[in-house]
């Protein structure tokens, strides 16, 4: 009887070590999904605050380079970088830009695969200021 006692522990503690792991592994992923998210969520709003620095300078210098150094200067966050290969400024003064964001995550900028889900490209757009 007390064989079977044993036994009936190392099967508790064996379950709940699968649980634990289980659990940890859904945090994880979680955690990378909702940072990929939330690069998108912020990216746009730093992709559109950039635009509108460019569109307010080349409303005063109607100068293409000054203008994609207002919006590469608008852009804070260090894992953020204005394309300037996609920057473009319409007759209107309206300006179009891509901003690159590396969202920051624990498991998928590791594994080379997945490595390109961390990066993701936003557009911005901005009508001259008022």
């Known amino acids: ?9 190392s099967v508790v503690v064996g379950w709940l070590v699968r649980v634990v ?7 994880v992923v979680a955690f990378d999904g909702i940072s990929v998210g939330a690069a998108h969520v912020s990216g746009a709003d730093d992709a559109n605050n950039a635009a ?33 290969t996609d920057f473009s400024v319409d007759p209107n003064g309206t300006v179009h830009l891509l901003l690159k964001k590396t969202a920051t995550t624990l498991v ?16 911005g757009e901005s009508g001259p200021p008022a």
């Open 1 to 9: 009887m007390s064989a079977l006692r044993r036994d009936c522990g």
């Open 21 to 27: 792991g289980a659990l940890l592994f859904i945090a």
């Open 52 to 84: 509108l620095a460019a569109a307010g300078t080349w409303r005063d210098t109607h100068n293409i380079q000054q203008a994609l150094l207002s919006a590469q200067e608008a852009v804070t966050d260090s894992n953020e970088t204005v394309l300037s």
């Open 108 to 123: 998928l900028y590791r594994i080379g695969p997945l490595k390109k889900y961390t990066v993701v490209t936003i557009k």
